[in-house]
DNA sequence: TCAATGATTTTG
DNA sequence: AAAATCATTGAT
């Protein structure tokens, strides 16, 4: 076997596939040397710039330009003024989507995944297939699926509010 | 129920 | 230039 990283195929498939395919996958990130592992429990996908929740629902804009890169790279921003949120790019180019990873073993919240895996900034555009700090590997078995509404999207309207896009095991 | 807190986006 | 908007959390 050479490894277990999940390569850019797997990130450049369509939001909806790769969400809920992140759930029990394996988040490794190196801190200080020190390697370490965590299962993904809870994701959002965020889909297109007709998906009103979607920040790519403002268009093109500099913050939002990650998200109109091929699948595999990291998307960073602030929200609430302290606390950065995760989410793994997906899809073709120019075709903005995103996975938010709202939840990893024993650690709840997004704001509190990314503070507990030491994400800033510098993170957004980094790449998850080549980085050395940061990847995502196969991870221990297919577990049960469930979805649900997004939250913290009340704005986006009554369809783009219900959408069952939230999967979490 | 709401304050904290700051980058991004809009003129709400 | 100023105001509003948040993929949230935790403490009142």
Not at 134 to 147: F, Q, V
Not at 156 to 162: L, S
Request: with cysteine; glycine share 10%.
């Amino acid at each position: 076997m050479i490894n277990n990283k999940l390569n850019s195929t797997f990130f450049q498939r369509d939001v909806l596939e790769v969400a809920p395919g992140l759930i029990g996958k394996k988040l490794v990130r190196i801190i200080n040397g020190i390697r370490s592992d965590w299962i993904i429990t809870e994701v959002e996908a965020y889909r297109g710039e007709e998906d009103l929740a979607c920040h790519a629902s403002k268009g093109r804009t500099k913050r939002t330009e990650v998200m109109y890169h091929a699948g595999g790279e990291l998307y960073i921003y602030l929200i609430y003024g302290m606390y950065w949120m995760m989410n793994i790019v997906t899809g073709d180019i120019n075709d903005p989507q995103a996975v938010l990873i709202r939840g990893v073993q024993h650690i709840s919240g997004p704001g509190k995944v990314s503070r507990a895996l030491k994400i800033d900034s510098s993170f957004n555009g980094e790449s998850v297939v080549n980085s050395e700090r940061i990847w995502l590997e196969k991870g221990i078995r297919a577990p049960e699926i469930h979805c649900a509404t997004r939250i913290g999207i009340d704005y986006a309207g009554d369809y783009w509010r219900n959408v069952e896009w939230r999967f979490f095991m």
